[in-house]
């Protein structure tokens, strides 16, 4: 398709090295009979077809990182490393290639996709580093009596990765697991399994042994509980949706697996009488909207006292408004499509069923006009904290102001959810923005910025959305399981 051309010839060189119809299992592509076609999310153009897994492919991919893990963990911790530091450097070589492939397979601007893949190799050297620090300790103990604690990896790990930061996602896991000396079977989502399985390839390609990073597309229901089932899997670290997460857990818990999940999320910026609007405003709407709004972390309630809300409501809609709605390949594109017409539609009706609630609509709540799955960047105000709008992710463009008649009922509002992602604070008083940052059911609070994420920083979900943290110290200890050893060494 010509529209999708710019992306296409982009990305042909890094997508030429994969095997059309295969999963990556102990270190090659294996064709499977099964597929799943990967087409672009803007012009719906086809891109390739992959093999998609079911429960012998999963097996398969379990035994082959169940082997290569003897190897594996007990290598030098520096090997290790290197080879970390090794798919980075790659990755940041062919920085250009991935970006478009990522951008056009996953369905967002080229700016978005590049924080991607530059975050994506910020991850694995930070975990790298890591690989050559995971020290145990020796215990107070007497004389004749040695007692030490080792740091050990937990097995084959299973990864349940989402379609809106494909490899991303995938790197929070992958890094840290295998820094920790643990092998790993990815499960792509079935929208983006490209990235997946090209730095499966990646991997290999710089030295990593066979079996220790497996990639296996395939239906969730099929593929990824098959993972979640598997008796020899020890861990699942699962990122998606809270209902499929609640399901995950069930099922773990045959098996006694260690989970991780990080779910959906419904976050509030809020904006107190005395935030510095100049830069409150930008930084709300691109939280919000920043790729089309489907960002677990996407601040998509704004809590805003009555006394500024009409300026708040004013000036957001004005960068709404003024959002670049453009092709994926457009370098200057702001506003990309959503994932794909189902998604579209949903976010659509939404919009209509909030406004027939009483909401009322500021702006967009419409597609525009543009090829592709696009909706516009929508604002409703008045919206209360009860309303569905306030309470249920939309995964889209659209931003929810409530307003508050003071500084209690605003943090009532922003812990007024299911979920607990992530909050963004706007104040100028410092003394106050830690002693509501301390009462916020999340877990990131940030204040006077937008950035909810930081490599060395933790990150995670209170109450639904989630437990167990990705990122930091936090999100390698995920990764490890404390033994004690016990020894008499009197005479
Ligand atoms: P999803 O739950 O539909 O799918 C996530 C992954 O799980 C996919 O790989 C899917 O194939 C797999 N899956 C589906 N059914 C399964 C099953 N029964 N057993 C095992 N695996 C199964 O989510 P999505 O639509 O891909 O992603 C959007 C959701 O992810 C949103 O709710 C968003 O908030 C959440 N998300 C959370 C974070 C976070 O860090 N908290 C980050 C990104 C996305
Ligand atoms: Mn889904």
Same mark, same amino acid.
């Given at each position: 398709?010509?529209?999708?051309?710019?992306?296409?010839?982009?990305?042909?060189?890094?997508?030429?090295?994969?095997?059309?119809?295969?999963?990556?299992?102990?270190?090659?592509?294996?064709?499977?009979?099964?597929?799943?076609?990967?087409?672009?999310?803007?012009?719906?153009?086809?891109?390739?077809?992959?093999?998609?897994?079911?429960?012998?492919?999963?097996?398969?991919?379990?035994?082959?990182?169940?082997?290569?893990?003897?190897?594996?963990?007990?290598?030098?911790?520096?090997?290790?490393?290197?080879?970390?530091?090794?798919?980075?450097?790659?990755?940041?070589?062919?920085?250009?290639?991935?970006?478009?492939?990522?951008?056009?397979?996953?369905?967002?601007?080229?700016?978005?996709?590049?924080?991607?893949?530059?975050?994506?190799?910020?991850?694995?050297?930070?975990?790298?580093?890591?690989?050559?620090?995971?020290?145990?300790?020796?215990?107070?103990?007497?004389?004749?009596?040695?007692?030490?604690?080792?740091?050990?990896?937990?097995?084959?790990? $299973?990864?349940?990765? #989402?379609?809106?930061?494909?490899?991303?996602?995938? &790197?929070? !896991?992958?890094? @840290? /697991?295998? *820094? %920790? =000396?643990?092998?790993?079977?990815?499960?792509?989502?079935?929208?983006?399994?490209?990235?997946?399985?090209?730095?499966?390839?990646?991997?290999?390609?710089?030295?990593?042994?066979?079996?220790?990073?497996?990639?296996?597309?395939?239906?969730?229901?099929?593929?990824?509980?098959?993972?979640?089932?598997?008796?020899?899997?020890?861990?699942?670290?699962?990122?998606?949706?809270?209902?499929?997460?609640?399901?995950?857990?069930?099922?773990?818990?045959?098996?006694?697996?260690?989970?991780?999940?990080?779910? $959906?999320?419904?976050? #509030?910026?809020?904006?107190?009488?005395?935030?510095? &609007?100049? !830069?409150?405003? @930008? /930084?709300? *709407? %691109? =939280?919000?909207?920043?790729?089309?709004?489907?960002?677990?972390?996407?601040?998509?309630?704004?809590?805003?006292?009555?006394?500024?809300?009409?300026?708040?409501?004013?000036?957001?809609?004005?960068?709404?408004?003024?959002?670049?709605?453009?092709?994926?390949?457009?370098?200057?594109?702001?506003?990309?499509?959503?994932?794909?017409?189902?998604?579209?539609?949903?976010?659509?009706?939404?919009?209509?069923?909030?406004?027939?609630?009483?909401?009322?609509?500021?702006?967009?709540?419409?597609?525009?006009?543009?090829?592709?799955?696009?909706?516009?960047?929508?604002?409703?105000?008045?919206?209360?904290?009860?309303?569905?709008?306030?309470?249920?992710?939309?995964?889209?463009?659209?931003?929810?102001?409530?307003?508050?008649?003071?500084?209690?009922?605003?943090?009532?509002?922003?812990?007024?959810?299911?979920?607990?992602?992530?909050?963004?604070?706007?104040?100028?008083?410092?003394?106050?923005?830690?002693?509501?940052?301390?009462?916020?059911?999340?877990?990131?609070?940030?204040?006077?910025?937008?950035?909810?994420?930081?490599?060395?920083?933790?990150?995670?979900?209170?109450?639904?959305?989630?437990?167990?943290?990705?990122?930091?110290?936090?999100?390698?200890?995920?990764?490890?399981?404390?033994?004690?050893?016990?020894?008499?060494?009197?005479?």
């Amino acid at each position: 398709m010509a529209e999708a051309m710019p992306l296409m010839t982009a990305s042909e060189d890094l997508r030429s090295r994969y095997k059309e119809g295969t999963v990556f299992i102990d270190g090659a592509f294996v064709a499977l009979d099964n597929h799943l076609t990967v087409a672009g999310k803007q012009f719906g153009d086809t891109m390739c077809e992959v093999g998609s897994g079911n429960s012998d492919t999963i097996d398969a991919a379990v035994t082959s990182a169940a082997k290569a893990w003897t190897a594996w963990r007990a290598m030098a911790p520096s090997a290790r490393a290197a080879l970390l530091y090794a798919m980075a450097d790659r990755l940041s070589a062919e920085m250009d290639q991935w970006i478009a492939l990522e951008a056009h397979h996953a369905g967002k601007p080229l700016s978005d996709a590049r924080i991607d893949i530059v975050s994506a190799v910020m991850t694995l050297r930070w975990f790298a580093g890591f690989a050559d620090r995971i020290d145990g300790r020796v215990v107070a103990s007497a004389d004749t009596v040695h007692r030490y604690v080792r740091r050990e990896s937990l097995g084959v790990c $299973g990864l349940i990765v #989402p379609w809106n930061f494909p490899l991303l996602m995938m &790197l929070w !896991k992958v890094a @840290p /697991a295998l *820094a %920790a =000396g643990n092998t790993v079977v990815v499960k792509p989502a079935s929208l983006t399994p490209l990235t997946a399985l090209l730095f499966a390839k990646l991997a290999s390609d710089v030295g990593l042994p066979a079996g220790v990073l497996n990639v296996v597309p395939g239906p969730g229901d099929a593929a990824g509980m098959s993972l979640v089932r598997h008796p020899d899997v020890t861990k699942i670290s699962f990122t998606g949706s809270t209902e499929i997460g609640k399901e995950v857990a069930r099922v773990a818990a045959d098996t006694v697996k260690r989970v991780t999940l990080e779910l $959906g999320g419904k976050s #509030p910026t809020v904006i107190l009488d005395d935030a510095d &609007l100049d !830069k409150a405003i @930008p /930084a709300s *709407a %691109a =939280g919000c909207f920043g790729h089309a709004g489907q960002k677990c972390a996407a601040r998509t309630r704004v809590i805003v006292s009555d006394s500024r809300a009409d300026e708040v409501v004013e000036r957001l809609a004005k960068i709404a408004n003024g959002l670049k709605v453009g092709d994926l390949s457009d370098p200057t594109t702001q506003l990309g499509p959503v994932i794909d017409k189902k998604a579209q539609s949903r976010i659509l009706k939404m919009c209509q069923d909030a406004q027939s609630a009483g909401a009322a609509l500021v702006c967009g709540g419409k597609a525009p006009d543009q090829t592709g799955p696009y909706v516009a960047a929508t604002i409703f105000d008045h919206v209360k904290s009860g309303d569905t709008l306030a309470q249920e992710e939309v995964f889209g463009p659209v931003m929810a102001v409530i307003r508050v008649p003071d500084e209690q009922a605003a943090i009532a509002a922003a812990n007024d959810s299911d979920y607990g992602l992530a909050a963004t604070l706007w104040t100028r008083d410092v003394g106050k923005a830690h002693r509501i940052a301390a009462q916020i059911q999340a877990g990131t609070v940030s204040v006077n910025t937008p950035a909810v994420v930081g490599i060395e920083t933790p990150f995670g979900g209170y109450k639904q959305s989630g437990y167990g943290r990705e990122l930091g110290v936090e999100g390698l200890d995920a990764y490890l399981q404390s033994k004690a050893i016990i020894m008499d060494i009197g005479s």
